[in-house]
């Protein structure tokens, strides 16, 4: 497969020797993201066959990997089949291109010719957009989704992309319920640095939508003797990647994803799953929050409520946990609420659920 060397950006056509000066002028800005753009197109343009890239740190340190060009082509060429991307449509950027999710938006516009609409990555991105911006694919993380859903305008617009992926983090239940409604295509997606984004979606809108993440064509899966997710891409990744993602298979390409396998609470030898509680309980608490699990003498662990707030008062909490009972199975419940000014988090914006525990 040939490496794609030429890119249309914000509508005009670079080709390859303008595209190389563009990025250059761009590691002379003194904004930090065009700093990281121009870079990247650089490191794609030269003769390297490989891209290095920090993992995002959410489970552990953030450490640097390589994966070769060929292989990101690989991955760009998965999901375009899946989306049906085509020359001449528009892509948007909102995503640092410090992360694989951003590279791979420019590496997706440069092998199917489209154009890439080319922001800043805030947490609005759409404000940046006059109304009648046309979107035909795009990623974001769920607070820029979220934040979108809260603005008039850029609901409307958000409604108006053809294609919209999400990652970077879960989907709160609540989100997901809005996005429910939304005419368009919208999808959770599924997959880390090391697999080079996603390697399967799960349509969160409309009458298509579904519990089950479905694997993009040439990947195959299988889970560990711990019941976690074993991925195998012989195209994108030399060797499987083993997770410590639980998963529930709902046939041999897709599966529901539990939650991670270092966070599971052995509640007297009962698996339970914080993301779980943490879906069922986030409609009713309006800060950052998580569930992780704590000693206990009789159960061994047990069920804790984390907060990212600077105070609750002893009503509050008793109030809280009250309407947490009604939600939960016994067992879930937590059994208290701790709080913390400030959640720690990794290099990419999640939340270092280990880290924040030391506090």
Known sequence: MQIP???????????????REYAVSLTQSEEIWQNDSGNFILEWLSPKPEIQVHTSGSTGEPR?????????????????????????????LCL??????????????????????????????????????????????????FNSLNDEKDARMLSRIQHLIIGGGEISKSLEERIMAMPNSVYATYGMTETITHIALRRISGDLRSESFTALPGINLSSDERGCL?????????????????????GP??????????NVINRGGQKIFPEAIERKIAGHINCRFFVTGVPDEKFGEVPLLVME???????EETELLGIIKKLC?????????????AFVETESGKVNRRMTMKL
């Open 5 to 19: 060397d030429s890119l249309t950006i914000n509508g005009k056509y670079y080709s390859p020797e303008e595209l």
């Open 64 to 92: 640097l990997i390589s994966h070769s060009k060929l292989a990101m082509l690989e991955s760009a060429t998965a999901t375009g089949k899946i989306l049906g991307l085509q020359p001449g449509q528009t892509a948007l």
């Open 96 to 145: 640092s291109t410090k992360t694989i999710a951003g590279m791979m938006m420019v590496v997706r516009a440069m092998l199917f010719r489209m154009n890439l609409v080319f922001i800043p990555p805030t947490g609005s991105p759409l404000q940046q957009l006059s109304a009648d911006t046309q979107i035909d694919f795009a990623a974001m993380v769920p607070a820029q989704v």
């Open 230 to 250: 074993v991925i195998e891409a012989p195209k994108i990744i030399k060797q499987p990647v083993i997770t410590n993602d639980l998963v529930k298979f709902t």
């Open 253 to 262: 390409f897709s599966f529901i994803w539990l939650g991670r396998y270092d």
């Open 309 to 315: 707030t600077p105070h609750l008062s002893a009503q």
């Open 329 to 341: 199975s016994r067992e879930e419940a937590p059994v208290e609420v701790f709080t913390v000014k």
